[in-house]
């Protein structure tokens, strides 16, 4: 018999004045997750899941990768073994991760939502952990929306390319305002990736049949570009994306921009200083239309991507051989902020670091671009991805508090293709209530629970709800959700 869950109420806090922000203000606070990976099509469908293994370890990198690391064979992880059969290789990989904070992650999912408090997940308990949850999967309360509904979702934002046909979104606002709001997020990355012109010209062929706009030229480019930027804010989109290594921000005019496309568009091999150029011009064309429509504009920068060729090969994309890299991202972030604010058309903007080196760089580099009436128009996101951990999220807080204003801060979000995920913000939570009661502790700060109180609960929700402008009913002050 394993030792039960080290995972209770108290977890991370771990004072008295923790204790009471989180349960008395943090604990209960709707979430507003602006930046998922959740597939659309299984929120609108309100997807049964099969088993516990579709459920907990399809498509997700992070056991992946922890796996493959404790020498599981890769059909355990992304191939064809059973799902018992996967579920198992995770158990016997699951001790090792202490301290990783998949261990954490793990034993919190079991805690919440299937109770599971009596067990440790090991070789030993996999069996029956593996059973006692499966026999829950049948409970509406595990179907897509009955997760969400569970951990308090009120706003789920998927990840989607221009291309998409938004289908799913459409039919689950046509099921009426009950529930958690879904919506979209433009995310263009494809409409700049022209360093393989066979998938690009692929994307464009695609970008044509859904905009009706015949890609033929720059111009056209940026017309079809322009007609779906439209249609996704018609579908309630207010968020773009961009997962970028660094920003671009080279000079490149119109004309440049055109005859790069054109060499692109006839499978022509560009210079590597015509890539970053073309780049360039159409970054700066997606942070005017999103300036227009008055969205939030969001740049993931600085991960090394598809590391791992052979893998790339075999499985594409996303599937856990990605890493931190190490881009040169100051200059050029300061020049693309500058070039937009100084015509008056700098979008909301949050910016998320991949490297920890870029801390107190990105920390400082918000403060350049603040301006009124929007409280932290410009924000340092919420810590991502290799970040997204107990130190990470710390040092994160650390950065933006020393160097701006915490107060501001729209706080966490999950970035996850699972929907038990949400343990995410739970986690975030716990971790800042507790690093206020430690400077209540240490007397750098009053004691003073309605302030810290009010801190809490903005950082959880109430600035998310405000800086995206999402219509969901306010919490009232205490951290219960409305009803």
Same mark, same amino acid.
């Given at each position: 018999?394993?030792? @039960?869950?080290?995972? $209770?109420?108290?977890?991370?806090? +771990?004072?008295? =004045?923790?204790?009471?922000?989180? $349960? #008395?203000?943090? +604990?209960?606070? !709707? *979430? *507003?997750? &602006?930046?998922?990976? %959740? !597939?659309?099509?299984?929120?609108?469908?309100? $997807?049964?899941?099969?088993?516990?293994?579709?459920?907990?370890?399809?498509?997700?990198? &992070?056991?992946?990768?922890?796996?493959?690391?404790?020498? =599981?064979?890769?059909?355990?992880?992304? #191939?064809?073994?059973?799902?018992?059969?996967?579920?198992?290789?995770?158990?016997?990989? =699951? !001790?090792?991760?202490?301290?990783?904070?998949? &261990? $954490?992650?793990?034993?919190?999912?079991?805690?919440? @939502?299937?109770?599971? =408090?009596?067990?440790?997940?090991? !070789?030993?308990?996999?069996?029956?952990? &593996?059973?006692?949850?499966?026999?829950?999967? #049948?409970?509406?309360?595990?179907?897509?929306?009955?997760? %969400?509904?569970h951990f308090g979702v009120a706003v789920v934002c998927t990840t989607d390319d221009p291309t998409d046909s938004l289908e799913h979104h459409a039919s689950y606002a046509g099921q009426g305002p009950a529930g958690p709001r879904l919506y979209p997020t433009w995310r263009p990355d494809k409409a700049m990736a022209v360093e393989d012109l066979e998938l690009y010209n692929d994307w464009l062929d695609r970008l044509e049949q859904v905009s009706g706009v015949t890609v033929t030229s720059y111009a056209a480019l940026l017309e079809a570009l322009q007609q779906r930027h439209d249609f996704f804010h018609a579908q309630q989109c207010r968020l773009s994306d961009h997962g970028l290594e660094t920003i671009y921000a080279e000079s490149c005019s119109d004309e440049e921009a055109a005859a790069i496309f054109d060499k692109a568009r006839m499978k022509r091999a560009l210079l590597p200083e015509e890539i970053v150029k073309y780049k360039s011009a159409l970054l700066y064309q997606l942070a005017i239309m999103d300036h227009a429509r008055g969205w939030v504009q969001q740049f993931h920068l600085g991960a090394l991507r598809n590391n791992n060729s052979r893998m790339m090969r075999a499985l594409g994309p996303d599937a856990g051989f990605d890493s931190i890299g190490d881009f040169s991202v100051a200059r050029p972030l300061a020049r693309y902020l500058d070039r937009l604010d100084s015509t008056n058309q700098l979008a909301r903007t949050i910016l998320y670091n991949s490297n920890p080196r870029d801390n107190e760089l990105f920390a400082t580099m918000i403060g350049n671009f603040q301006e009124g009436p929007v409280p932290g128009k410009v924000q340092y996101g919420s810590a991502w991805w290799f970040l997204d951990q107990k130190e990470g999220m710390e040092r994160q807080i650390d950065a933006l508090s020393n160097m701006g204003m915490l107060a501001h801060f729209v706080g966490m979000l999950t970035d996850s293709r699972s929907f038990l995920s949400y343990s995410r913000h739970e986690y975030f939570r716990r971790l800042l209530c507790n690093i206020l009661g430690e400077d209540v502790r240490r007397g750098l700060v009053p004691n003073d629970r309605a302030l810290l109180g009010e801190l809490v609960e903005n950082i959880c929700f109430r600035n998310a709800r405000r800086y995206f402008g999402f219509d969901v009913p306010d919490a009232p002050s205490g951290g219960s959700v409305a009803p």
């Open positions: 018999m394993t030792a @039960p869950s080290f995972i $209770h109420e108290d977890f991370l806090l +771990e004072s008295e =004045v923790a204790r009471d922000l989180y $349960h #008395g203000f943090a +604990e209960r606070l !709707p *979430i *507003i997750d &602006y930046h998922t990976h %959740l !597939p659309p099509a299984q929120i609108a469908e309100n $997807h049964r899941f099969p088993s516990l293994t579709a459920l907990w370890l399809d498509g997700d990198h &992070y056991k992946w990768r922890a796996m493959r690391t404790s020498g =599981v064979a890769e059909r355990y992880c992304t #191939g064809d073994a059973s799902d018992w059969e996967k579920f198992e290789a995770w158990a016997r990989t =699951v !001790p090792r991760t202490v301290r990783n904070p998949l &261990y $954490h992650w793990t034993h919190m999912e079991l805690r919440d @939502p299937f109770g599971i =408090v009596d067990r440790l997940l090991d !070789p030993q308990s996999a069996r029956e952990i &593996y059973g006692r949850a499966s026999e829950r999967l #049948g409970e509406d309360q595990f179907r897509a929306q009955g997760l %969400l509904r």
